[in-house]
C-alpha cells in the first residue's frame, strides 16, 4: 500500500496510490480526512509507528505505552512521541517514505511552516507529547 498525504479545501486527505484512480474523478482510494494530523515514531529510531487522525494516533499512544510500561519495557514506552498539528504535506509524506525521518522532522519542528496557511508559525504551536 502506497499512502500519501494531500491538502485539500483545508483538510488533510488521505489516498492509497496502489488502487486505481477513479475514471470519474481521477483520485485514488481515500483512506482519511481530517482537519490536522497526527504522527507516532519512535525518537531514537525516528521510525514511524502510526498516522491518521490525533484523537485516534493519541489514544493509540496512550494505549501502548500502558502496555509498554506494564510489561517493564519502559525505556520503549517514553520513547514512543506524538506529534500533532497542520503540518506541511511534504514534510508528513517524507514521514511515510523515508526511513527514520520523523525524527528529522522532530528536530525542526518549531521552524515548519503552518501546513495549511504557508507560512511560519510562532514557536510552540505544534504539539508533541512524550
Known amino acids: 500500500m502506497t499512502l500519501q498525504y494531500q ?6 486527505h488521505l489516498y492509497d496510490l496502489s488502487t486505481p484512480a477513479s475514471k470519474v474523478t481521477g483520485e485514488h482510494r481515500l483512506r482519511l480526512k481530517t482537519d ?3 504522527i507516532a515514531f519512535e525518537a531514537s529510531t525516528g521510525a514511524l509507528r502510526e498516522h491518521g487522525s490525533p484523537q485516534r494516533i493519541h489514544c493509540w499512544a496512550n494505549n501502548t505505552r500502558r502496555r509498554l510500561r506494564a510489561s517493564g519495557a519502559l525505556e520503549r514506552a517514553n520513547d514512543l512521541v506524538v506529534v500533532s498539528g ?10 511515510l517514505k523515508i526511513d ?8 525542526r519542528l518549531a521552524t ?4 495549511k496557511l504557508g507560512h ?4 510552540g504551536n505544534h504539539q508533541a507529547t512524550h
Open 7 to 12: 491538502l485539500k479545501e483545508g483538510h488533510y
Open 36 to 38: 490536522t494530523v497526527a
Open 86 to 95: 497542520p503540518l506541511p504535506v511534504d514534510e508528513i509524506n517524507k514521514c
Open 100 to 107: 527514520g525521518y520523523c525524527r528529522d522532522m522532530f528536530t
Open 112 to 115: 515548519l511552516p503552518h501546513g
Open 120 to 123: 511560519h508559525r510562532p514557536h
